[in-house]
């Protein structure tokens, strides 16, 4: 009988403060950060407690998953790995192997594909089981930002902080992590994909009012998808805008990138601009996410 399993990746994080500097040198391919770019993330990492809850959330999606599996029938194992902090995506899926999976269904936690981000998930997999004595048979998902799971999910996010707000109006700006601009002229669907996300999830939660906006842009020498988002906030205030509403919709979890990006340098712009600003909930382990989750493994054959 062929043993099916799932294996979820995320990005990673530090455990502690103490591990910062090895997870930034990962990130970095193994070049050690300088001591004034490895200050500003401890800086950032103390800012938010310390910690970031990435690896625990990851764990209890895939456990989450795991139920809805078993609660279906299914022997499907589902793993959850990370790309640049323990427990390593090659380490996982040697532990498939050994568990006896035969063939691997590999979800990166994030929705929209890009070469550089999805791309590099897939590789370190391909790399990974290259490696086995044993190779699995693997089945990739590199996008899944169309998914009705995915646009239900999200709607209802806007809807939930909406309702916050009562009748307020308000200006919904999605967000996503920034990447080199480069990867539009390379014909990558990332930017694309974002935009068709939006574009669904305003129309099914009703909200015409909308932008999009990135974050996190790296400080390197080329330049990176914008508007960034604090800019674009400032361009909308100027032009009589008093109530925003984000949408992260190019994440899944709480991590870094929210805790700190969002909540409190985006935070921290609204009181000084004088403007109202929320933020809708992460889809994290929710039961409405594990439902879309268990969705995609269904499409892909894996309930069995």
């Known amino acids: 009988m062929t043993r099916k399993g799932v294996v979820l990746m995320a990005y990673g994080t530090p455990r502690t403060l103490d591990d910062v500097e090895a997870?930034?040198?990962?990130?970095?391919?193994?070049?050690?950060?300088?001591?004034?770019?490895?200050s500003d993330l401890v800086e950032r990492y103390r800012a938010i407690g310390g910690t970031s809850p990435l690896i625990e959330i990851t764990r209890k999606q895939s456990?989450?998953?795991?139920?809805?599996?078993?609660?279906?029938?299914?022997?499907?194992?589902?793993?959850?790995?990370?790309?640049?902090?323990?427990?390593?995506?090659?380490?996982v899926v040697r532990q498939a192997s050994?568990?006896?999976?035969?063939?691997?269904?590999?979800?990166?936690?994030a929705?929209?594909?890009?070469?550089?981000?999805?791309?590099?998930?897939?590789?370190?997999?391909?790399?990974?089981?290259?490696?086995?004595?044993?190779?699995?048979?693997?089945?990739?998902?590199?996008?899944?930002h169309d998914h009705p799971?995915?646009?239900?999910?999200?709607?209802?996010?806007v809807d939930d902080a909406a309702s916050r707000m009562g009748k307020q109006?308000?200006?919904?700006?999605?967000?996503?992590?920034?990447?080199?601009?480069?990867i539009l002229a390379e014909g990558d669907p990332y930017a694309t994909q974002l935009l068709a996300t939006s574009d669904l999830v305003a129309k099914r939660a009703g909200k015409k009012d909308w932008s999009f906006s990135y974050k996190s842009a790296s400080q390197t020498h080329e330049p990176w998808l914008g508007p960034y988002i604090l800019e674009h906030l400032e361009s909308l205030r100027a032009k009589g805008e008093r109530s925003f509403l984000i949408a992260p919709i190019g994440f899944v979890s709480d991590h870094l990138e929210i805790l700190y990006d969002l909540d409190v340098e985006c935070a921290q712009?609204?009181?000084?601009?004088?403007?109202?600003?929320?933020?809708?909930?992460?889809?994290n382990d929710s039961s409405e996410f594990l439902d879309c989750l268990f969705s995609i493994v269904r499409d892909k054959g894996f309930v069995n």
Do not use: Q
Request: charged share 25%.
């Open 111 to 144: 929705p929209h594909y890009s070469r550089i981000s999805i791309g590099s998930y897939i590789a370190s997999v391909r790399e990974a089981n290259e490696g086995l004595s044993s190779r699995m048979k693997l089945t990739f998902v590199e996008s899944w």
């Open 149 to 157: 799971a995915l646009v239900d999910v999200w709607s209802r996010r």
């Open 269 to 283: 712009w609204a009181k000084g601009a004088g403007v109202g600003l929320r933020r809708c909930e992460s889809l």
């Open 63 to 91: 456990s989450g998953l795991n139920d809805r599996l078993v609660r279906a029938g299914s022997n499907t194992r589902v793993y959850a790995a990370m790309k640049h902090s323990p427990p390593f995506i090659a380490s």
């Open 23 to 38: 997870y930034y040198t990962h990130i970095r391919g193994g070049r050690n950060p300088s001591e004034e770019e490895l």
């Open 169 to 182: 109006r308000f200006w919904l700006v999605f967000s996503a992590h920034s990447l080199p601009a480069r």
């Open 98 to 109: 050994d568990d006896g999976i035969d063939e691997l269904l590999v979800i990166a936690l």
